[in-house]
């Protein structure tokens, strides 16, 4: 079996499942297809992708489906993402423009390419470079309990209270806040936890515990502004494909809800020369995901943030790559405007 009619027997077996639902019989190949060869030799070639791992027979079925390792090599030979219709853009035109704040456009970016895709769109949170820090207040509760309270430039405002481990009275507590603010407003709250690991060197010998108490909350703070979020859309058409999670939907819904699953996964997905990452199946590392694919790309100045759809493995993946890369260029265009 030759190199490119296995893979065009392959492309045609993958359309006809995510089209139909149905496993793919040669007859029906020969049918739908002009592959230029017998219903026989079709056979001997299923058999040969069958023998690879690239299709599978479900059940006592005649008929084949493609595997993991065979959506694999169809979305490998993507050589291109084919643009959007004039139709499609101006759709995703309509529910973006107008946008107010950045939560309302993250809302309207997800709402709109679930309805492209059908499929649960997921974007994060930008990271911002940008943001400082605008504010500390220490506010004593009690002879060792303090308030910490870090306000961000981008309006965010984190607080908790710790124990400074010695009685520390109103006026003391004043004159450190002075010393914090001194050393850390304007800086970036990505490298807050760098600024505070110095000033415990930088007070008296009989201050440096507490200190470091404060500086260790106001770390913590720090990575709790900084903690990445996403935005979800379209849930309710993973419940009508319902179909294609023969095990069990829970795994993939319980995994949505978690979201540091989803996020992890963002993370570690490397694109490829086209701009885009795909996962399939039981190539994602967390098993709630392994009937699943996630395809996604990054968005944004600096292009730190990642958005992108969850669905069945059998998605249509050019037509969902092709949506999910306008949509992040539209939304980029947003950003920079």
Known sequence: MSEPRKLEVLRAIVEDYVHSREPVGSKAL??????GVSSATIRNDMAALEEEGLITAPHTSSGRIPTDKGY???VDQISSVKPLSAAERRAIAVLLDGSTDLDDVLERTVRALAQLTNQVAVVQYPRSAKTTVRHIEFVSLGPRQVLLVLILTSGKV???VIDVGATIDDVRLGSLRQVFLAAVAGTPVGKLPTALAQLPGAVPANDQDTVRKLAHGLTQLAQAAREDRIVLAGTANLARSNVDFPLSIGPVLDALEEQVVLLRL????????MGMAVSIGRENPHDSLAEASVVATNYGVGESAKLGVVGPTRMDYPNTMSSVRAVARY?????AG
């Open 72 to 74: 694999r090599l169809f």
């Open 30 to 35: 020969v049918d739908r297809h002009h592959l």
């Open 331 to 335: 939304l980029s265009r947003i950003l």
């Open 158 to 160: 984190e607080q908790s």
């Open 266 to 273: 963002l993370e570690q997905m490397a694109q490829d020369s």
